[in-house]
């Protein structure tokens, strides 16, 4: 019973993390990518 619940939690705790997840992926690329840019401008 305590291992089916758990699971549970876990599947509903998943989809925020994968946001999480992918929000720290885009804002590393983007700040990547601008300091990329702004090394060029120089």
Not at 6 to 30: C, D
Not at 32 to 38: E, G, H, N, P
């Amino acid at each position: 019973m305590a291992d089916k619940k758990s699971k549970v939690q876990e599947e509903q705790e998943y989809p925020y993390w994968n946001r999480v997840y992918l929000a720290v992926v885009i804002w590393t690329v983007i700040v990547i990518v601008s300091l990329w840019m702004f090394s060029r401008a120089f």
